[in-house]
């Protein structure tokens, strides 16, 4: 997984619950990027920074915050879960192709279950 | 109506078998375009990119554009029983920083022995 780390890999959370999902990169890119997984709905994009100290609201950033305190570390957290932010969480790194634009690889997924 | 549209399959083929699969995209914008394969429980992975219109050939995989008719495609050829997947494509607009991916709804592939 282009040396994406993400954790905890599954997690079970009671609705009004908290919990923070860590995404680490072990290389120096700058770009890195949230993302859930829903049946049928692709991949969407919930926020997303361009270096450390940065972020930025994707697709569907309500329910979310995330931190960039460290280049290497992208951090989701969920304030108060609801059963709606059920999913499995992708995390990406961007990084230069042969053609020096930009193409994104993925972590291997957080799974949280709000009940 | 979605930005990009997937059949969600699954697509059932034969081994040896060209498997088919494309997305219509409504955004005219879009300039960069990308197929990633997932397996089941992991993480999306690369397999192509492509900028421009026409073909692009990898190995097994040919990734096509057609950016006047908003229609990409993915063939592989020699289908194995490892090509079973959910295939997504992607699409952006190229930007300085931060290029946001949109993603069609990914379509499974049973590759059957």
């Known amino acids: 997984n282009a040396g994406v780390t993400q954790t905890p890999k599954f997690r079970v959370l009671k609705t009004g619950q908290s919990m923070t999902l860590l995404c680490a990169q072990d290389?120096?890119?700058?770009?890195m990027y949230w993302y859930r997984q829903d049946p049928g709905m692709g991949l969407r994009l919930i926020h997303y920074?361009?270096?450390?100290?940065?972020?930025a609201k994707g697709e569907v950033p309500d329910g979310y915050n995330v931190s960039r305190l460290k280049k290497q570390n992208f951090l989701l957290g969920l304030e108060s879960a609801a059963p709606s932010q059920t999913s499995v969480y992708f995390c990406?790194?961007?990084?230069?192709?042969?053609?020096?634009?930009?193409?994104?690889?993925f972590g291997p997924g957080t799974r949280l279950l709000v009940l | 109506q979605k930005e990009v549209e997937q059949d969600p399959g699954p697509l059932s083929v034969p081994e040896g078998a060209i498997v088919s699969l494309n997305c219509t995209y409504s955004?005219?914008?879009?300039?960069?375009f990308m197929w990633y394969r997932q397996y089941s429980r992991k993480g999306p992975e690369l397999l192509m990119y492509?900028?421009?219109?026409g073909n692009k050939e990898d190995g097994r995989f040919t990734a096509q554009v057609d950016k006047s008719s908003k229609y990409i495609s993915l063939f592989i050829r020699d289908s194995q029983p490892s090509d079973s997947a959910t295939y997504l494509c992607?699409?952006?607009?190229?930007?300085?920083?931060?290029?946001?991916?949109?993603f069609g709804g990914g379509t499974r592939v049973l590759v059957k022995p």
């Open positions: 990406a790194i961007g990084a230069p192709n042969r053609g020096g634009q930009e193409t994104q690889y």
């Open positions: 290389m120096n890119h700058e770009y």
């Open positions: 920074s361009v270096g450390e100290g940065t972020t």
């Open positions: 955004n005219s914008a879009f300039q960069y």
């Open positions: 492509t900028y421009s219109s």
């Open positions: 992607a699409m952006t607009i190229v930007k300085a920083a931060g290029n946001k991916l949109t």
